[in-house]
Structure formats: structure tokens, C-alpha cells
């Protein structure tokens, strides 16, 4: 009996070193086949301008195509919820952003899904500077003319963002409460429709990534007024920040990383990190983000952690304090 158990023993002993190279080899063999990266809105924003981007790179550097799904709906839970149950084996990736990752978990009270515990941080790609614009019918030229305006008309203008938590709603939310204003948020699917809209005159204010409205500020179809970030911006660089007219501290930006589902291997999460890395610091990359002030990431998944945790203490504040609510 004693010698049946060690030969029992043995055995296991023996065949794990092949069991686990075995695994490792599944493991890192990355991409394996089509790499699918999900973006939760509809075409035509910023997320997909640099979900694109990136994934071109990476789809001519692996030899295996990394292509985007746009998939909007539900504030980005219906792209959240697919993912989530994808095959944790690297082929399937979301980019994730302000709404998905740190506004919904204290926004939405029925989550499927903990996007601390059900989804691994990959890298940060991209920090993208928010614009104020004006349709120019608006009779406001600057900031200063556009809240006097807009705290003598309460409910006149009406803001349109990309859908229910996405970076332009949330911006507007928090611009409203800290300058004490109401204007009546349209919710779209997606920038484009936003945009079509906001261009027509039937919306008359939006806050967005410049990579969307960029275009149209230098055809003259919108009028920038302010950004949102901390210091102005090289694409407008004569265009005041929030903060500059006594805002103090007031700062918001749209940021994208890409995610997987939990339990993806670490080597693999590695591998798609620095590949990601390796596409955001092609010239293609480069120039098209420089051309809209976009900072590029490509860090380690710590560091991106580390960034989702602050910007869900961040958000978690302002959702509570603005009363941010599911449209």
C-alpha cells in the first residue's frame, strides 16, 4: 500500500513540471488567433478615434487582426456585460474609460458585474483634453458670457453627449455644479448622432475630446470656449481653461485603457501591454494624438490600476455631491 501511494506520488510529482509547462505554453501562446477589442460606444468619437489608431498598429506589428466592435448601449454595461464573460485568454479586450470604470459603479445600483473584481487593467492608451463648445447661435462669445448666459436662461440650453455616463455627460455634470447652472442634458448613442445634432442647432452646448470636434471648430461650426484641463492646450492655445476663471481645481479629461476579463494570465496581459506600448509610440500614433493635444499611455497594469482607484475616489465625490443620475 505504502509503495502504491509513492508510486502514486511519484507519478504527480513527476508530471507536474510537464502539466505546467503545458499551461505556460498555452498561456503565452498570444495572439493565437483575431484579437477582438470592443469599444461601448457608437462610431464616430473619441473613443474609437483611439481605439482605431491602436489597433491598426497592433494588427500590422502581430500579423493578426486586431479588430474594433462598437458595441453602445446601457451607459457601456452592454459591452461590459459581452466581455465579461469572454474567454479570459487575451482575444477578447474592452476599452475601458471614466464612465465604465469609475462613474457606473456608484451611478448604477444593479451592476452584472464588478469592474474591480471581474475585469484586469491592461495600460492606459490615451488622455484626451475636453473642449467646451457652442453652437454659434449661442449669443455667448467667451465663458464668462456663456454662464451669465446659461444662469439667466436655466433650462434653455440643452447639452447632448455620446450617452448616459460618457465622458461629455459626466463633464457637463460636473461643470454644472461647480458654476451653479441647469441646462437639460440629451443623451445620444454615441458622438456621431451627438455631433449631427449639435451641428444643426437642435442641441446648443457639449463638452467633448477634441479629437471629435476639431474639425468642426476650425470649419468655424462650433465655437470653443473653454477646456477642461489643468494648464491650456497646444491645439488652442488662446482658449481659457475653467480653472482660469476662478474654478480652482475644476479638471476633466477623457482617458481610455484597455481591459480584460479577470483571470486572463498575467504573461498575456504583459504581452498585450507591451504591444500596445509598441503601437503608441509609432509615428502614426504619435502624430495623430499630438494633432489633438491627446497624451499617449502604454504603462504597466499597476500603474493603470493605481489610476482607475483614484479616479473612482474622484468620481465617486462628484456623482454624490451632483446627484449624477442614469438618464
Not at 40 to 64: Q, Y
Not at 165 to 189: C, D, N, Q, W
Request: glycine share 8%; aromatic share 8%.
Amino acid at each position: 500500500m505504502i509503495n502504491q501511494v509513492r508510486r502514486t506520488a511519484c507519478a504527480s510529482v513527476s508530471l507536474a513540471p510537464f502539466i505546467w509547462t503545458s499551461a505556460s505554453r498555452a498561456s503565452t501562446a498570444w495572439p493565437a488567433k483575431t484579437v477582438r477589442l470592443v469599444v461601448p460606444f457608437a462610431p464616430g468619437g473619441t473613443s474609437e478615434i483611439v481605439a482605431r489608431s491602436v489597433a491598426a498598429e497592433m494588427t500590422k506589428n502581430l500579423g493578426v487582426s486586431v479588430f474594433v466592435e462598437n458595441k453602445p448601449g446601457g451607459a457601456g454595461v452592454v459591452a461590459m456585460q459581452d466581455v465579461v464573460k469572454a474567454t479570459p485568454d487575451g482575444h477578447t479586450m474592452i476599452l475601458g474609460h471614466v464612465g465604465t470604470l469609475a462613474v457606473n459603479p456608484y451611478m448604477l445600483t444593479n451592476q452584472p458585474y464588478d469592474v474591480n473584481k471581474d475585469f484586469s487593467p491592461v495600460t492606459m492608451l490615451a488622455k484626451v483634453p475636453n473642449a467646451l463648445v457652442v453652437h454659434p447661435d449661442v449669443p455667448a462669445k467667451n465663458f464668462k458670457e456663456f454662464i451669465a448666459y446659461a444662469k439667466k436662461n436655466p433650462g434653455l440650453l440643452n447639452y447632448g453627449s455620446a450617452g448616459n455616463a460618457s465622458a461629455g455627460h459626466l463633464s457637463m455634470e460636473y461643470l454644472k455644479m461647480v458654476t451653479g447652472t441647469f441646462m437639460t442634458h440629451i443623451p445620444y448613442r454615441g458622438t456621431g448622432p451627438q455631433m449631427t445634432d449639435l451641428i444643426a442647432g437642435r442641441t446648443q452646448v457639449a463638452m467633448n475630446g477634441l479629437p471629435s470636434i476639431s474639425n468642426f471648430i476650425k470649419q468655424g461650426k462650433l465655437r470653443p470656449i473653454a477646456v477642461g484641463t489643468a494648464s491650456r492646450i497646444a491645439a488652442l492655445p488662446d482658449v481659457p481653461t475653467v480653472a482660469e476663471h476662478g474654478f480652482k481645481d475644476f479638471e476633466t479629461s477623457q482617458w481610455y485603457g484597455l481591459m480584460v476579463p479577470a483571470g486572463t494570465p498575467a504573461d498575456v496581459i504583459k504581452k498585450i501591454q507591451e504591444e500596445a506600448q509598441k503601437a503608441l509610440r509609432s509615428s502614426a500614433v504619435t502624430e495623430r494624438f499630438a494633432t489633438d493635444s491627446a497624451v499617449g499611455g502604454g504603462g504597466p497594469p499597476a500603474e493603470f490600476a493605481a489610476f482607475i482607484a483614484k479616479e473612482q475616489k474622484t468620481w465617486k465625490e462628484i456623482v454624490k455631491r451632483a446627484g449624477i443620475k442614469a438618464d
